[in-house]
């Protein structure tokens, strides 16, 4: 089994305090209402990690949702938290699904990790029903370059915009799987974190972003962080949640 990245692995424990700040219920009610979800529906949560999506699906919409992802850590993780959420180690270029079966596939901060985008595009879109749904929760490139933490880590952020695919390439990659369209929506969201958890975030890496900084970008952000905290006490960063939901339509 080919675990793609294997830093999930070792941030798997500590995961879930990089994520605190989303609001997963609002994002399962988007599920919901852009997939046309009903309690008979059934839902698979693509690089399910520690399971938040998922099991925030499930809980809001009441569907069936099966997890899947590559690292054994994160699965672990998933299986600690929520025992009967089924989840199954696998990547998404190679889904472990019968075809015709699926309403939605939901994917979220999953894609700029999959090697073989294209591949995974086309078993979306294999396992799904037609009028299925595949959702992919990502960052736009415009979104991307006004993120603050850049601000902080201006050496990162190279690395993301190559490993976001843009607008473009998500259209290509779902019409060229067999998708009817693609939709692309748009939101930002007001929120602020404080020093300490950006620093948190950056020093244990919790996201992947952080991978790979030299040292001196690491050390130079933190003492930045350090010294707006000093000047501002406990006063949080405003750092806005800025998401793209990527919505092929089977
Ligand atoms: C940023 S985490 C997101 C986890 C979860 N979706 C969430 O939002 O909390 C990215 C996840 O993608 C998984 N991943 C990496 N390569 C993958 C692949 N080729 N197919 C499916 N999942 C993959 C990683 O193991 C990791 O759990």
Redesign the pocket.
Known sequence: M????PH?NKVSTD??RG?VS?DIWFWAGEAERLAHLDSGSLVV?????????GLGIRTRTHTTVVG????MG?LKQAQEKTPDLPVVQ????YMPFRSDVFNLVY????WH????KQA?ATECCRILKRGGSKIA?TIGHAQLNSKVVFKYFPEIKQSQLDAYPSDEAFKTYFAKAGFRLTEIYHYNMERYQSADEFIEIAEKKL??MFRPISREGLEKGVADLKRWKAEHGDAPIRNDEMITLFVGRK
């Open positions: 080919a675990v793609s990245n999930f995961y879930d994520r989303e949560d693509m690089g399910c990690g520690t399971g938040n999506y899947f992802d590559p690292a994160m696998s990547v998404a270029e994917a979220a901060q999953v990790h999959v090697v073989d995974a929760h996201w992947s």
